[in-house]
């Protein structure tokens, strides 16, 4: 699927919750790396009080990231997604003194209902390292949390 088919119907409403997921360049591991993931991590509680949203659950895998999104007053979608994005590429960039493109250019959300049950789509989030046999009990996978959970 291309960037501009996964753009098509984009709405960003306030208050909205999406599950989001994006991809690092060219599916490259770059969070087996602990310090890289632990910036990463930081970037998000930044991104919560820059942009005025709550990441109710998320997830940080090798090679990309799930999460769970509220959107806050005045948030938009894309905006919030590309300022993490950004920010945790600078971040890490400037940390290993490199300059490389750490994110595909994409992202992939689905809004939501009212109807859907948030602990069973944050349970589908954090179960991510399970199945991937990363871990055998999630407790023991660093990069995640959840409000649910």
């Known amino acids: 699927m291309s960037w501009s088919d996964l753009r098509k119907g984009r709405y960003s409403q306030e ?5 989001i997921t994006f991809n690092t360049q060219n599916k490259q591991k770059y969070f087996d790396d602990f310090n890289v993931a632990s910036i990463f991590c930081s970037q998000i509680a930044i991104n919560e009080h820059l942009h005025n949203c709550t990441w109710l659950t998320w997830v940080l895998m ?3 990231f799930h999460g769970l999104l509220r959107l ?7 905006k919030v997604i590309g300022a993490l994005k950004g920010s945790s590429s600078f971040a890490i960039n400037k940390e290993s003194k490199s300059r490389g493109q750490l994110w595909q250019s994409s992202f992939y959300d689905r809004a939501l209902r009212c109807d859907d049950d948030r602990k069973n789509v944050s349970r589908y989030i954090v179960a991510n390292p399970l199945r991937k046999n990363l871990v055998e009990n999630i407790g023991d996978y660093p990069y995640w949390n959840s409000v649910y959970l």
């Open 72 to 78: 806050g007053d005045d948030s938009k979608l894309s």
């Open 15 to 19: 208050q909205g919750e999406y599950f």
């Open 62 to 64: 090798p090679d990309h």
